[in-house]
């Protein structure tokens, strides 16, 4: 029997580990680096999944060796997955669809980020708001498929209308901050010396801003949709209103006490 359709919460786009089955920790291909301790083929449990699906060094993972599963954030596809598109089953009792399951998290992922992505546009972009509001709709409905439909899905072409819809959203809010926005898209900004810059409305998306500096920068509607910021200094950075900043960017960056993120974010533990 297909799923209710129900509106999207913000809260179902959160990860929520208990109602998972360590889908993260089996599917995805990790690399020994300064992310992770080990090798791990996609498809191969983690050593340190347990029997219950939970992480057995979870409280001490960056002293583990395993700072990027700090950094992960599946927007809250491994619950749906397990819970709604396999009806509870995990990829152990279901060992004929383990490679089918791992398909399809990767496909709900991208439509639950594409979801975050549309439920903040709605709050931005009132002329837009019968546009987004049935993007939204559409892509909540696609992520109820059957998993013979979702691993058939075409997300990529999904993702570019929605993108297209987000863009005019972005050119839309920026305009209101400052008539002739900084455009520096997809720019290599990797360790640039930004501390204190005024970056109010910049078009930031998919820019590499790696390990720079952007202590003090104000980044009032700022666009950082796609953009790097992996070991990127934001202490005292005012990021409050920028717009389409995610958790994971949050988490893969530096900040401090002085940072302040938009309500829908939290502050990274490790931050302090």
Known sequence: MPATHQPVRRSDLRANCAQCAGLCCVALTLTASADFAIDKPAGEPCPNLKHDFRCGIHARLRDGGFPGCTVYDCFGAGQKVTQVTFGGR?????????AQMFEVFAVVRLLHELLWYLTEALELARPLHGELRRALDDTDRLTLGSPESLAELDVSAHRSRINDLLLRTSELVRAGVSPTPMNRRGADLIGAKLRGADLRGADLRSAYLTAADLRQADLTAADLIGADLRDTDLRGADLARSIFLTQMQVNAARGDAGTTLPPR????????
């Open 90 to 98: 995990d990829w152990r009792q279901a060992a004929d669809s383990g």
């Open 265 to 272: 974010l939290i502050r990274p533990s490790h931050w302090s």
